[in-house]
């Protein structure tokens, strides 16, 4: 069976550091809030190039905390609204509700399937404080026009990074693209912990302070406390593990970049549509190598059946969930198609050239015909 994602095999790649960094901790006793967490804070910010690196305790956490700090600054209240695409996965839209701020969905680009910046300037009304843009996949989202929007209109611009950790935008990480990024290091991720991790990379020093100070109980001294905050760290076994492996990153993402040229290469079938491929290769990390197909189920079900395991991101949109059940009559016809159709191959550091040549050529055999 080829794995839609050998975690273990991954991870082995870099066994006697690991082991090493978490025996470290084990042996020095000091478990949160330590030496490994800001050694790797600071690694995180020079390799991002963002000023502050927060580690907090998972993705969602970062992106809600970033709300919340700027609500506790006064830059947003609740009810103000924040754009964000119609087709991410729900954590990014959990983010803006969970602080009692409305999520206005926008449509994506069906070639990128990233948020349509053309569609942006319609859905601003005179509540609306940000954008959440989301690097979907793993492929960068910006442009001057989204900049220039944002100043007219003067809202936050705050990055879903979870997916896309060492993709560029002409020259510039994303998580140093807008005022504020989320990361998240859940172990799948292509900058994965072995358990739960995030973090949040800003520029403004106020910001970071507030969301350290948040995270922590909203107490930045001890016992001291400035607001209604949350417990929410990176652990420092997490940190000394993610440290070893931030090493790695660009060259695990040049591996998934050789995948898919080869994927969107050699496959070649009328009933696959292969995803678009940006012009400077570094704005994609292939998070997710996803490919579109109207017999989606049938091709996972061929794919399954000769030993190759996909996965659906995502198979019901965010606006069809009963978590938002007031959305389920809203029309997002192209964010419907993308959940209808999509279909998520294997792509990892550890995928054997062999592995991949099987998978391609399994594509290119596929018709109605395969699956009885
Ligand atoms: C994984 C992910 C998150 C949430 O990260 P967790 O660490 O699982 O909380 C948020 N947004 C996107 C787009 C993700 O893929």
Known sequence: MIKFLDLQTVNMQYKAEIEEAILRVFRNGWYLLGEEVKTFEENLSNY???????????????????????????????????????????ASILAISDNDLIPVLCEPNIETYNIDIDHIE?????????????????????????????????LKIVEDNAQ???????????GNLGDAAGFSFYPGKNLGALGDGGAVTCRDNLLANTIRTLANYGSNQKYVNIYKGLN???????????DV???????????????????VKEISNDRIILPNVPEDC??????????????RDLLQKF???????TLIHYPIPPHKQNAYKDWN?????????????VLSLPISSILEDSEVSKIISLLNSYNLSSVF
């Not at 005179?126 to 910006?142: C, N, S």
């Not at 929410?232 to 993610?242: F, G, P």
């Not at 993402?253 to 080869?262: L, P, S």
């Not at 009559?329 to 159709?341: A, K, T, V």
Request: hydrophobic share 45%.
């Open 303 to 309: 794919l399954l059946e000769n030993e190759v395991q």
């Open 164 to 174: 896309a950790i060492g993709a560029e935008w002409k020259g510039r990480k994303t």
């Open 329 to 341: 009559n809203y029309d997002f016809p192209l964010s419907e198609l993308i959940h209808g159709e």
């Open 232 to 242: 929410s760290r990176l652990d420092e076994i997490q940190a000394a593990v993610l």
């Open 282 to 295: 570094k704005e994609h990390v292939w998070h997710l190598f996803v490919i579109r197909c109207q017999s």
């Open 245 to 263: 492996k931030l090493k790695y990153l660009d060259g695990d993402n040049n591996v998934r970049r050789a995948i898919a040229k080869r994927y």
């Open 48 to 90: 991002i190039g963002a000023p502050h690196a927060v580690g907090v305790a998972n993705g969602l956490d970062a992106l809600r905390l970033i709300f919340r700090a700027y609500i506790e600054l006064g830059i947003m209240k609740p009810g103000d609204e924040v754009i964000v695409p119609s087709n991410t996965y729900i």
């Open 122 to 154: 319609k859905l601003i009304t005179p509540k609306t404080k940000a954008i959440l843009i989301v690097h979907l996949y793993g492929r960068a989202v910006f442009s001057e026009d989204l900049i220039d929007l944002a100043d007219k209109f003067q």
